[in-house]
């Protein structure tokens, strides 16, 4: 048994051409286009090739994008300084914030946001919102987990789905749309007892911890579908958080990285920034 593939870029190229009308339509109408900020601060977190690649999708859309790069050594109140700028800033409908430097207190710098141009859903506000069902801003990542969860024509309905990880961005989130969908979540982690016992369960298994390849083959549960959010780099190659050749063997569908989540988490950015015009 091999696993099918769940091609991110190929369901991202389709979302493309989607965003591609919708921004055409703003334009016949002569509404507000929409208009990307990109704020990144240079470190190892900041991943200066991921902006560049944003950048170059928003121009195959016709979406105006800027990349603004802040030296590694800019402080809190610079950042802050910089988003109340392009909070004002008309042009702009969309602010996105890398991640920044430990030395930056990335809360301060998200509460600085202008919610109504939040595109990750990040904004305590939003995210509050979102919890409580209002879904005008979801999180992109967990959007485009969504969406290739949904290629696969699988009924998630009283399936057993694992999410192994609970960040703020990816893991909770996706567990609040999932539980939408009427599946039962259970959440895992890096510290997780018998975390094999837990992902060997699951006919849905997201693996957004961070840690390379840390689901075997062994832990999954066979003709599982497997969601790979992870992106590593080891010996110079990205690699996901699961160890996909072994895995690959048992699952019934995986998210090969690359070329899996991360062409589906741009493509949501772009979604929800061009729904925040609408």
């Known amino acids: 048994m091999s696993a099918r593939i769940i091609d991110g870029s190929a369901v991202a190229g389709e979302l493309q051409q989607q965003i591609k009308q919708d921004v055409a339509k703003l334009k016949s109408e002569n509404k507000q286009l929409p208009g990307l900020a990109i704020v990144v601060v240079s470190s190892p977190k ?10 170059r999708m928003c121009e195959k859309v016709g979406i105006h994008c800027e990349i603004h790069k802040l030296n590694p050594l800019s402080g ?21 914030i890398h991640p920044v430097p430990d030395h930056i207190d990335y809360r301060a710098v ?26 005008k801003f979801i999180p992109f990542t967990p959007r485009a987990i ?26 909770l989130p996706v567990g609040f749309l999932l539980l939408e969908k009427h599946a039962t979540v259970t959440y895992a982690h890096s510290r997780s007892w018998y975390l094999e016992d837990v992902t060997r369960l699951a ?16 832990m999954i549960k066979p003709g599982a579908i497997v969601i790979d959010v992870g992106t ?29 989540v991360g062409p589906m988490t741009v493509a949501m950015l772009l979604m929800n920034l061009v729904e925040c015009c609408e």
Not at 46 to 55: G, M, S, T, V
Not at 146 to 161: F, I, P, V, Y
């Open 146 to 171: 969504m969406r290739l969860l949904e290629s696969t024509g699988e009924d998630l309905k009283g399936k057993r789905a694992v999410i192994v990880g609970r960040s703020q961005h990816v893991g």
């Open 232 to 260: 590593n780099i080891v010996g110079g190659q990205l690699v996901g958080d699961v160890e996909h050749h072994t895995a690959q063997r048992v699952a019934g569908w995986i998210t090969p990285v690359p070329g899996g």
């Open 46 to 55: 900041a991943r200066k090739n991921i902006a560049e690649l944003k950048k």
């Open 110 to 135: 998200v509460q600085a946001l202008d919610p109504a141009k939040d595109v990750e859903g990040v904004h305590p506000m939003n995210q509050g919102n979102f919890l409580i069902g209002d879904k």
């Open 76 to 96: 809190q109140d610079d950042v802050i300084a910089l988003i109340e700028k392009l909070n004002k800033d008309p042009k702009i409908t969309g602010i996105n």
């Open 203 to 218: 006919d849905i298994l997201i693996v957004a911890a961070g840690h390379p390849e840390m689901i075997t083959g062994s």
